[in-house]
């Protein structure tokens, strides 16, 4: 049977539910990509000295390699949030996290823990392990989820598609800022600490 002959045996709400998962994924990786792209055209310079401590790439070629990442990441996010283009927007996003982690392993495996992940310039970076490349080929896992969720649906409802975007952007709006604010006193608690 073909991937198009089983499209159509799934039932509406099946396919309603799949790309609302699927918008939720292309709304939380859109908004990572969209903040990272940003960020990167912003402090371009900053990036520009994390893309150079790498040492994956010639001298030559940093600045517009600085350039296009941060382009190609905002484009990405684009792509995620539009609905149309998010099968591509999917494809490219898991595609550019699979290599960022390459590059972060490949240093790892060479003792450059020092190194700041380059996620975010002119934002306190977490230095480099296998648990933060681990975590970006997690990523890369949840952005193929919108390429899967749209292969098995009926086009995209623009009204599911806009919810579930506007989802994925406050989970990950929730997720930044359990990173950034400090643990919590519970009373009661006996000194424990609570939070993220």
């Not at 009204?159 to 989802?167: A, F, H, I």
Request: net charge neutral.
């Amino acid at each position: 049977m073909s991937l198009q002959a089983s499209v159509s045996v799934v039932p509406v709400w099946c396919a309603e539910a799949g790309q609302l998962v699927a918008a939720l994924c292309a709304g939380g990786v859109g908004a990572l990509f969209l903040v990272a792209g940003v960020a990167k055209l912003r402090a371009h310079d900053t990036f520009l000295g994390t893309l150079a401590a790498y040492r994956l790439l010639p001298d030559w070629s940093y600045e517009s390699a600085a350039w296009a990442l941060a382009l190609s990441e905002t484009g990405v996010a684009i792509l995620l949030f539009s609905g149309i283009g998010a099968s591509a927007g999917s494809i490219a996003a898991a595609t550019l996290l699979v290599v960022f982690a390459c590059a972060m392993g490949m240093n790892v495996l060479r003792g450059r823990t020092d190194l700041s992940c380059g996620c975010t310039p002119g934002v306190a970076g977490q230095k480099l392990s296998w648990a933060v490349v681990l975590r970006t080929l997690a990523c890369a896992g949840v952005a193929l989820v919108p390429y899967v969720g749209l292969a098995f649906g009926h086009g995209v409802l623009p009204l599911v598609w806009g919810q579930g975007v506007v989802g994925g952007v406050c989970v990950y709006l929730l997720w930044q800022a359990m990173q950034v604010l400090p643990p919590v006193q519970v009373p009661g608690s006996a000194g424990q600490e609570h939070g993220a």
